[in-house]
């Protein structure tokens, strides 16, 4: 099974409009992170926000802000007044376990979800 | 610039070469990662080091393929006698000593193999 699923490959938003991307997660660890990234045509992974799985606050950075319902594994991003320069793929991934001194570091990605935003 | 940088940008080699690309993460970081992204894909872990321990390898990692962090500061990987199928994007990143400290990633090396 898919650990991370986004089933929107991709999705337009008009500028100004806010916007939802869709993850789902699969794990059977109490502990573990969820990460979203926004990757432009440059190709480089821009680090947007961060959900653990035991913060009982949704997440917020200035315009971003994760729709987190652990019943339903679900991660959703959201963001609001979108801009041109929004306009990347942007990928949901997961950090399971919480290993003081493992190894268990490793991120694992979805797919991610191409969004274009309209003038 | 105190982020991560990668080189080359960009290598297009013949099959049955060797290419090495490096690494060089965020000053401060101690723990280095690689990942592989191919087109219309997700990254994929490759490997993991922590200072100069090299603590995780994926089984995307063939015999072909070696990682090494000498002396805790910048990583190396290199691919040996390369196949088209290694074709994608090898990607770098670095995070803190955190248990859940954010992994910051750098530009990344197209790899093209002919």
């Known amino acids: 099974a898919q650990k991370i699923t986004q089933t929107q490959p991709g999705m337009f938003v008009q500028e100004k409009e806010a916007v939802t991307l869709d993850c789902t997660y699969d794990t059977s660890d109490q502990s573990y992170g969820l990460f979203w990234y926004k990757q432009p045509s440059s190709g480089e992974m821009i680090f947007l926000i961060y959900q653990g799985s035991y913060d009982e606050q949704n997440a917020t950075e200035g315009r971003y802000s994760l729709n987190f319902q652990k019943a339903r594994k679900s991660a959703n991003l959201v963001i609001s007044a979108s801009q041109l320069g929004d306009s990347a793929m942007y990928f949901c991934?997961?950090?399971?376990?919480?290993?003081?001194?493992?190894?268990?570091?490793?991120?694992?990605f979805g797919k991610g979800t191409l969004l274009t935003v309209n003038p | 610039d105190t982020g991560v940088s990668q080189n080359p940008r960009h290598k297009i080699t013949k099959r049955g070469q060797n290419v090495t690309f490096r690494c060089d993460p965020i000053s401060e970081h101690n723990r280095l990662y690689w990942y592989r992204q191919t087109l219309g894909q997700g990254p994929e872990f490759l490997t993991y080091?922590?200072?100069?321990?090299?603590?995780?390898k994926s089984r995307l990692l063939s015999d072909r393929f070696s990682a090494e962090r000498p002396k805790g500061s910048f990583s190396t990987l290199e691919i040996q006698r390369t196949e088209q199928g290694d074709s994608a994007m090898y990607l770098c990143?670095?995070?803190?000593?955190?248990?859940?400290?954010?992994?910051?990633f750098g530009p990344g090396t197209r790899l093209l193999v002919l």
């Open positions: 991934a997961m950090r399971e376990g919480r290993y003081s001194g493992g190894s268990n570091y490793k991120l694992t």
């Open positions: 990143a670095s995070s803190g000593t955190s248990s859940w400290e954010t992994q910051y």
């Open positions: 080091f922590q200072n100069e321990a090299q603590l995780e």
